[in-house]
């Protein structure tokens, strides 16, 4: 696997880069349905400061109106709104859009409730600025729009993405990397289960310094294992993906629970999230894999053999050091908000 590792450092830096930019933000819109004709709104859209928020507003169809003095606030950089609606005829089939999303690079999370305990979730976007209330969303809809939200939620958890990135690093050859990433899947397809459907509850903040602390140990174990020092995880990879994916499986149940499921379609949504996670996880590595590759080809043009490898090994202790000082900060940063 060494011949993989000339695109780690790069990689791992741009993991590193900063994504918590207003724009990058994701926007939050929760409705939920009190009678056949009225919705408590709640809206969370990124804000800077008490008084900079994202110029985005969300459009009710025609006949909508407010019960009420609308109430808003700034707290934890998010400006956050609060209202109640009424429209005599209802909400089902009407179009609901957010002004102003198309010049921004965020995308706003959809959740309504209705009456009936149905869940109808979207994700919108600066291309789709629009959706339409259903009743009850059918199962095509449910399965669909739970597997973008999974692809979406690895690729953008960064955390997750540095343990498998290490874990890539960590094993030496094709016949490893599956079977680790086999069973780091596993893994965590049973606590988001578990934790999904209430079965074990695990507080978040913990949760999260403990992925980060195990980004910090598979670094080390990376480090120890080059250095010729006898590595338990570079024995046996997958016994440590494995139990460390029951982690971040807590952490996926995290950013699900925030959406919440369909009481009506719990077993798709679940199940196609769960896919969407698996489907963006391939192919970080397969991306991952093939850049490596076709890197070294081109260094194999230029260099012997001898060389390339002092390159290569050199590159990859470069990139495992960058990912441990970052899972470090995370670490660190996690804990202390313990005693805030």
């Not at 060494?2 to 830096?13: G, S, T």
């Not at 209430?198 to 310094?209: H, K, L, M, T």
């Not at 379609?265 to 894999?289: H, K, R, S, T």
């Amino acid at each position: 696997m060494n011949r993989f590792r000339w695109f780690f450092v790069v990689l791992a830096v741009l993991l590193a880069q900063p994504a918590v930019s207003d724009e990058l933000r994701p926007g939050y819109l929760e409705m939920r349905q009190t009678s056949p004709s009225a919705y408590n709104l709640l809206f969370k859209i990124p804000a800077r400061g008490e008084d900079l928020r994202l110029a985005i507003y969300v459009k009710l169809p025609e006949g909508t109106q407010d019960v009420g003095l609308p109430r808003a606030s700034f707290s934890d950089g998010a400006y956050i709104e609060r209202r109640s609606i009424r429209r005599e005829a209802g909400l089902a089939g009407q179009a609901i859009s957010i002004e102003g999303l198309s010049a921004t690079s965020t995308d706003v999370l959809v959740r309504v409730e209705t009456l009936e305990g149905a869940i109808q979730t979207e994700r919108l976007s600066p291309t789709k600025t629009s959706f339409v209330l259903q009743a009850v969303p059918g199962p095509g809809e449910v399965a669909a729009t739970y597997l973008v939200l999974g692809v979406e939620h690895i690729l953008f958890g960064f955390d997750h993405l540095l343990f498998v990135l290490a874990l890539v690093i960590l094993v030496r050859d094709w016949r490893r990397v599956f079977l680790t990433v086999t069973a780091f899947t596993l893994a965590h397809s049973l606590t988001l289960a578990a934790a999904t459907l209430g079965f074990v509850s695990v507080p978040g903040p913990p949760i999260e310094a403990a992925i980060a602390l195990s980004i910090v140990l598979v670094a080390v174990e990376i480090i120890n294992d080059r250095r010729g020092t006898p590595s338990f995880a570079a024995r046996w990879p997958w016994l440590v993906a494995f139990c460390f994916g029951l982690l971040h499986g807590f952490g996926f149940a995290g950013a699900l629970a925030e959406v919440g499921l369909p009481h009506h379609a719990i077993p798709i949504a679940l199940l196609f999230f769960n896919l969407g996670v698996e489907i963006g996880q391939l192919a970080f590595v397969g991306a991952v894999l093939a850049a490596g590759l076709v890197l070294h080809w081109a260094a194999a043009v230029r260099f012997e053999p001898a060389r390339v490898q002092r390159i290569t090994s050199g590159l990859d202790m470069c990139a495992t050091y960058v990912i441990g000082s970052i899972a470090a900060y995370w670490l660190i940063e996690r804990t202390s908000a313990f005693f805030v």
